[in-house]
T-cell receptor
Framework: SQQGEEDPQALSIQEGENATMNCSYK?????LQWYRQNSGRGLVHLIL?????REKHSGRLRVTLDTSKKSSSLLITASRAADTASYFC??????????????FGKGTKLSVIP | DSGVTQTPKHLITATGQRVTLRCSPR?????VYWYQQSLDQGLQFLIQ???????AKGNILERFSAQQFPDLHSELNLSSLELGDSALYFC??????????????FGEGSRLTVL
């Protein structure tokens, strides 16, 4: 079952513009992570934000988390053609027996036009 | 390169058949996770192993089974294959602290096509 739902499903921007993707989820989480997937390849971890954090930066990435609204956003600044990929949010929740489960949304497909 | 190795990369088989997908986690990672990615269902968590023991189960069908061996590599067995089983199957690994404090490292996936 999907925990996170990304919005929009697809986004097309010009190189140099900023790209913002949103993620909403339903249950309480331990942390929220964003992953990137180039077409047909494996997922690559971008950034993790813990439930007690509100904002985090990593290079051109900025992630925010609002646990009261159960939502997160990923901002990519000064986008490049190489940023073209699908971006997934994933929520980490305790699943019992000392284990945590990572549940992915369906992703936002970002196209950056040179 | 994530350090997670999956074989085979591509597999084409017929309905009713059985296949085995193999995963070698990153050196030192004790946890292995299997995910299925299809166009309509997105990324679905199937099963997790930790140091040889099953730790968590997701949306894994009874026709599917997995195990993790003493050398920590894992295999996902898919039997009585149906057309709807066509998908990308990902293996991911994580260190001891796992998802709670860190990320998953994904392999490049095994693309299964059932004809």
């Amino acid at each position: 079952s999907q925990q996170g739902e990304e919005d929009p499903q697809a986004l097309s921007i010009q190189e140099g513009e900023n790209a913002t993707m949103n993620c909403s989820y339903k249950t309480s989480i331990n942390n929220l992570q964003w992953y990137r997937q180039n077409s047909g390849r494996g997922l690559v971890h971008l950034i993790l934000i813990r439930s007690n954090e509100r904002e985090k930066h990593s290079g051109r990435l900025r992630v925010t988390l609002d646990t009261s609204k159960k939502s997160s956003s990923l901002l990519i600044t000064a986008s490049r053609a190489a940023d073209t990929a699908s971006y997934f949010c994933a929520t980490a929740s305790y699943s019992g027996a000392g284990s945590y489960q990572l549940t992915f949304g369906k992703g936002t497909k970002l196209s950056v036009i040179p | 390169d994530s350090g997670v190795t999956q074989t085979p990369k591509h597999l084409i088989t017929a309905t009713g058949q059985r296949v085995t997908l193999r995963c070698s986690p990153r050196s030192g990672d004790l946890s292995v996770y299997w995910y299925q990615q299809s166009l309509d269902q997105g990324l679905q968590f199937l099963i997790q192993y930790y140091n040889g023991e099953e730790r968590a189960k997701g949306n894994i069908l009874e026709r599917f089974s997995a195990q993790q061996f003493p050398d920590l590599h894992s295999e996902l067995n898919l039997s009585s294959l149906e057309l709807g089983d066509s998908a990308l199957y990902f293996c991911a690994s994580s260190p001891l602290t796992g998802i709670r404090t860190g990320e998953l490292f994904f392999g490049e996936g095994s693309r299964l096509t059932v004809l």
